[in-house]
């Protein structure tokens, strides 16, 4: 998996989203951010469970992928809340450890799929 907090591409469009939510949008708009992170946290399990009804690995697994997508999602509305000083440091750092260890386990469960297991 790439990081992508180390492309550049990823470090020009993050500041400018930051510029846009400090200088442009008003602050209403924070909550359109809090339900697309609503969005993203509930499509992991959706995601899951989705998948999990379908009769092959093959597409469980492409279920799975997008449950991880949107573990990558809600990793960077953190970033973004985080920097724009909408939550504590605290608060990200537990958030942050939380989608960690469920990227984690959702790449290894992944990797077990792709390798032959069943689930």
């Not at 959702?106 to 297991?117: E, M, T, Y």
């Amino acid at each position: 998996m790439r990081d992508y907090q180390k492309l550049d591409v990823w470090k020009k469009a993050h500041l400018f989203t930051l510029q846009v939510y400090k200088e442009i949008l008003p602050i209403e708009e924070k909550f359109a951010l809090t339900q697309q992170i609503r969005r993203a946290t509930y499509s992991i399990p959706l995601n899951i469970v989705e998948g999990s009804g379908k009769n092959t690995d093959k597409d469980f697994v492409h279920y799975l992928d997008n449950a991880l997508g949107s573990t990558k999602e809600i990793e960077y509305a953190f970033i973004l809340i985080r920097d724009l000083a909408y939550i504590s440091l605290a608060v990200y750092e537990s958030v942050n450890k939380s989608v960690n260890e469920i990227k984690a386990m959702l790449i290894a469960f992944i990797k077990f799929l792709r390798g032959g297991g069943k689930a």
